[in-house]
């Protein structure tokens, strides 16, 4: 049987479920994710995007110039103002979720693997032991 997980935010508005395991778990130190988290990096897991529903709710969208410099589309509940997932044009088959929002043990199961735009991350931020390095750009999710 398949892993589904589910993601909420903080008012519990918006739900979300993921069917299956995420393609890859990371951390994101560029600009955006930065802004988007208010935090030094974003753990996100990617998912593809025929594996993602919204449950209920109805996020707002801002476009923002993800961390390549593309537009990335950043999905966040209007009320209580939880980032929840973000879609890129550039890579139309994916979802990129915050782990944040996901519910359960979650976030103890899924340990990142890889980390992105590191030659972003502050110095005071150690590297994650055993992730794969990516000093620009996040790596492609594997065909399906």
Known sequence: ??????GSCKCSAIKIEM???????GLCHCNNCRKSTGSAY???????KSAFTIVSGEAK????????????????????GSTMWTLTP???EIVVVKMGILDGDA???????????TSRRP???????????????FPKPPPQ
């Open 1 to 6: 049987m398949a892993a589904t997980y589910t």
């Open 19 to 25: 069917q299956g395991e995420p393609d890859i778990i």
């Open 42 to 48: 974003s753990t996100n897991a990617i998912f593809q």
């Open 61 to 80: 969208v801002f476009e923002a110039k993800g961390g390549s410099g593309n537009p990335a589309y950043v999905n966040f509940c209007s009320n209580c």
């Open 90 to 92: 550039m890579r139309t």
């Open 107 to 117: 976030f103890e199961k899924l340990t990142p693997k890889v980390e992105s735009f």
């Open 123 to 137: 110095s005071w931020v150690n590297c994650v032991d055993g992730a794969t390095q990516f000093e620009n750009g």
